[in-house]
């Protein structure tokens, strides 16, 4: 386990930069695109993925220098509605997605393993460890991104309690 936090800031990194690629494919159009009135656009989507990596890098700091993490969940949608993501440029949208995850990225690189197994308990969540959150955390940010690129087969994610 020597290298796990660079291995979990490598995976995170690579995700980024394969994804990101095919992101700057989407028009503007396609981004703002609401298929219908509750369900969020491409824009919102990876609004949401901001929002996320917002809410998880305090957890992933806190948990790596103290003895635990205990913290509240987040109400996404409010999130994304407040950020009003439908009214941001597409390419603002994914600009500040794949600069905030290279950020994380290099975060996470910098955890010292021993405090990957720090417990962590998110809103009413059982006790997980910091690991554990930064795994779930690329698996949700994947399932999302399987849906904005409508892949068809959307990656499944262990734990969506904690993916917020």
Partial sequence: MTHMPNDLGSTLRDIVEREANLLSAINE???GHKPSPSAWSKKQELGHLI???ANNHVRFV????QDEFRGPGYAQDAWVDRHA???VPWTEILDFWKRYNHFLADLIQCIPDDRLQTACVVGENPTATLQFLIE????????HLDHILRRAKITQYPSAALRD
């Fill in 85 to 87: 993501y439908n009214e």
């Fill in 29 to 31: 159009s396609d981004a």
């Fill in 51 to 53: 929002d996320s990596a």
């Fill in 136 to 143: 779930d955390y690329t698996l949700h940010m994947q399932h």
């Fill in 62 to 65: 806190v948990a790596s220098i």
